[in-house]
Structures are given as structure tokens and as C-alpha cells.
């Protein structure tokens, strides 16, 4: 669905990212470096109101960065001789560490719109499996799911103990505000950000994790030295949660 506010957003990425590659083409110094890619740049790209989104050299949103800088400091560890289910690989920094994992699946409910090999259609909504995964992974995916609670259960079902799942939603500073499908499209893009968005998450979405059975830690950029945090352009939140290891049935 195209909106005005989509238009707007992808022209100001745009416009931006052609200024970087031009003040680089004209020998611009380049200061800043992308954890995603490796790559030294001169800034990072305008997208909506982040005014230092995407890597000019990759197109890795602040998310994916704070991710790869997680995951290099050693904070974070991908199970390579795990099972990894990742939801809606749009992020090819993280497709390709995740797919080093002896058990990768890349899903998502409509795996026609991706080009990561070996995509399996997987509706959250309907998640079967049992101790099944060591780690799963979802970027931007828990708003747009009818039910999170009932998501957030299926997930705890099919990690294995000990299993976790790391999740990043869009935040605002205010109580989740929660929708349906039943809400026009427009009034969806101005009520959550988005079209396709069924609710905005605020600080609480922490509350239902626990709810459902996690252990949680929650990984805030702002935690980040500065000078860190300015260098590599990361930004957001992880909400790490954790199965216990003893769990009641």
C-alpha cells in the first residue's frame, strides 16, 4: 500500500544516501563505521525521522547494526551447532551469521517476498513446535501479529530450555496502544507508524514478555558508551528473553 507518509520516507532516504556516496566521491574523510558491513562512511542515511538511519555502503538500519556490534563484542551469541528460526530475514548482515548455525530456517507467512535460500511460510499465530529451537529471532515482527500474547506463548513453547528470543520492536515512550485488522489501513498508518501494524509497543511490551513465561533482559543502545554508540550509529532496544531452563507444563 502506498501512502503518502511511505513516499516522503523513501525519498528523504534517498536524496540523503546520494549525498553521502557524493561527499565521499568528492573526498569526504570518512569518520563513522558500519558493524554490518565493516565498512568505514562518512555518515549514515535519513530515514523518516531518524536523521542517521542506513549505511550508505550496505543499507543496515540502526537495529541491524546495534545487533552486529552485540553479537562481535561477544554480548550476544549465535548457537552454531543450534537451531536458529529467523523471521522476516530482510537484514542480510544477520542472514548470513545466523545461517552459519548447523540448523538455520529463514520464515516468514509470505516467503515469496525474500531471496534468502530455503524460505519456509511459518505463521506465528500458528507455531506448533515443541523444544525445538536454541535461538529465534524477530526484528519488527510482533506488531503486525493478531495475537502477541498468544505468539509470545508459541514461541516459549518451541525454544528448547535455556532457548532465547530476541526481539526489537518500534518504541514509543507511552503504554502500548493495541488495535486489529479490523481498523482501516490509513487509520492504522496513523494510529501505529504503519499500515500493516496492529498496535505501537511501548516500555511495557517488557510486561507481556514476562507474561508469558520468559526470563527477560532488556539491551538499550543508550547504554552504550557515547562516543561507541555515535561512531557505529546504533540505536534501539533488544529485548532479550530467555526460556528458564525448568519450566512448568
Not at 573526498?27 to 542515511?45: D, K, L, N, Q, S
Not at 548455525?101 to 534468502?116: E, H
Not at 501494524?197 to 539491551?219: C, M
Request: hydrophobic share 40%.
Amino acid at each position: 500500500m502506498i501512502t503518502v507518509q511511505r513516499v516522503a520516507k523513501a525519498a528523504g532516504k534517498h536524496l540523503t544516501r546520494t549525498a553521502l556516496k557524493l561527499r565521499k566521491a568528492l573526498g569526504a574523510r570518512p569518520t563513522r563505521a558500519c558493524p554490518a558491513c565493516g565498512a568505514m562512511v562518512v555518515g549514515f542515511f535519513r530515514y523518516g525521522d531518524n536523521g542517521e538511519w542506513g549505511c550508505p555502503q550496505c543499507g543496515a538500519s540502526p537495529r541491524e547494526r546495534l545487533m552486529n556490534w552485540l553479537i562481535a563484542q561477544g554480548t550476544l551469541t549465535v548457537p552454531a551447532d543450534g537451531a536458529v528460526l529467523h523471521m522476516a530475514p530482510n537484514e542480510a548482515s544477520l542472514v548470513r551469521r545466523f545461517s552459519a548455525a548447523a540448523d538455520y530456517v529463514p520464515a516468514d507467512l509470505d516467503p515469496s517476498r525474500y531471496t534468502v535460500p530455503h524460505m519456509r511460510r511459518v505463521d506465528l499465530m500458528e507455531l506448533a513446535d515443541t523444544d525445538r529451537y536454541d535461538l529465534f529471532y524477530a526484528s519488527h515482527v510482533m506488531e503486525h501479529v493478531p495475537d502477541d500474547m498468544a505468539v509470545l506463548r508459541n514461541i516459549l513453547r518451541a525454544l528448547k530450555p535455556g532457548g532465547e528470543a530476541w526481539l526489537i520492536v518500534p518504541l514509543w515512550d507511552k503504554p502500548t496502544e493495541d488495535g486489529s485488522f479490523d481498523i482501516p489501513p490509513r487509520e492504522r498508518e496513523r494510529r501505529f507508524g504503519q499500515w500493516d501494524h496492529v498496535r505501537q509497543y511501548g516500555p511495557d511490551f517488557a510486561d507481556r514478555i514476562r507474561a508469558a513465561g520468559f526470563d527477560l533482559e532488556e539491551i538499550d543502545a543508550i547504554s552504550i558508551d557515547a562516543d561507541v554508540r555515535h561512531f557505529h550509529g546504533l540505536d534501539d532496544r533488544l529485548f532479550r528473553a530467555r526460556k528458564p531452563a525448568s519450566i512448568a507444563r
